[in-house]
């Protein structure tokens, strides 16, 4: 089964400008969690997606937004980028729904915010 | 709320070193307890975990068991290699909610 994939893998940005991410989950996952990674703050929860739908969110600005497809795909996106967006994002995918609360992570996208 | 703590890095050992990184958690309920490995430039990989109170979670030579009376779930391996050096988090998730709780993370270094 292939894994969870993101893209893209490296992106470079400049302040005020808006970004999206993309995560495709294993197949049959139907739950899509995103995490930001920095080095000052970790690994921090963004948002949760269930069929479409968020289930939960974390504690980030309204700039940090995101949705999932019928596909289960998902997508978040930044907008008016900050420095301090600068980090790794983490999409992970669970087979939540079927008492499997494990969550399996992508590669992630490491972006970068001048 | 829910927290996890672990041990500070960076922990340093030689090949074949006996390696323990403790970890302790917070959390309301039952969670199910994960420890996940991070390599240099790559995602998080699932090393093992443990759903009840006594699991045992193995795997690749890597053991960890969920004490609920002490609330720990250390991680230990009896002969670590080189190829083990990286980044390993402890995280807890609360029954019926898709969050990761995670630990700060621990380095491991083994050198030759």
Request: a positive charge; charged letters at 15%.
């Given at each position: 089964k292939a894994g969870v994939t993101q893209t893209p893998r490296y992106l470079i940005k400049t302040r005020g400008q808006q970004v999206t991410l993309s995560c495709s989950p294993i197949s049959g996952h139907r739950s899509v969690s995103w995490y930001q990674q920095t080095p000052g703050q970790g690994l921090q929860f963004l948002f949760e997606y269930f069929s479409e739908t968020q289930r939960n969110k974390g504690n980030f600005p309204g700039r940090f937004s995101?949705?999932?497809f019928s596909n289960s795909r998902s997508e978040m996106n930044v907008s008016t980028l900050e420095l301090g967006d600068s980090?790794?994002?983490l999409c992970a995918s669970s087979s939540w729904g079927t008492r499997e609360e494990t969550q399996y992570f992508g590669p992630g996208t490491r972006l970068l915010v001048l | 709320g829910n927290s996890v703590t672990?041990?500070?890095?960076?922990?340093?050992?030689?090949?074949e070193a006996?390696?323990?990184i403790n970890?302790?958690?917070t959390a309301t309920g039952y969670?199910?307890?994960f420890w996940y490995v991070q390599y240099p430039g790559e995602g998080l990989q699932l090393l093992l975990k443990a759903t009840k109170a006594d699991d045992k979670g193995s795997n690749k030579g890597f053991e960890a068991t969920y004490r609920k009376e002490t609330t720990s779930f250390h991680l230990e391996k009896g002969s670590v290699q080189v190829s083990d050096s990286a980044v390993y988090?402890?995280?807890?998730?609360?029954a019926g909610f898709q969050k990761l709780v995670f630990g700060t993370g621990t380095r491991l270094l083994v050198s030759p």
């Amino acid at each position: 089964k292939a894994g969870v994939t993101q893209t893209p893998r490296y992106l470079i940005k400049t302040r005020g400008q808006q970004v999206t991410l993309s995560c495709s989950p294993i197949s049959g996952h139907r739950s899509v969690s995103w995490y930001q990674q920095t080095p000052g703050q970790g690994l921090q929860f963004l948002f949760e997606y269930f069929s479409e739908t968020q289930r939960n969110k974390g504690n980030f600005p309204g700039r940090f937004s995101g949705r999932q497809f019928s596909n289960s795909r998902s997508e978040m996106n930044v907008s008016t980028l900050e420095l301090g967006d600068s980090a790794l994002y983490l999409c992970a995918s669970s087979s939540w729904g079927t008492r499997e609360e494990t969550q399996y992570f992508g590669p992630g996208t490491r972006l970068l915010v001048l | 709320g829910n927290s996890v703590t672990q041990m500070e890095g960076p922990v340093t050992l030689s090949e074949e070193a006996f390696l323990t990184i403790n970890c302790t958690y917070t959390a309301t309920g039952y969670p199910s307890l994960f420890w996940y490995v991070q390599y240099p430039g790559e995602g998080l990989q699932l090393l093992l975990k443990a759903t009840k109170a006594d699991d045992k979670g193995s795997n690749k030579g890597f053991e960890a068991t969920y004490r609920k009376e002490t609330t720990s779930f250390h991680l230990e391996k009896g002969s670590v290699q080189v190829s083990d050096s990286a980044v390993y988090f402890c995280a807890l998730i609360s029954a019926g909610f898709q969050k990761l709780v995670f630990g700060t993370g621990t380095r491991l270094l083994v050198s030759p």
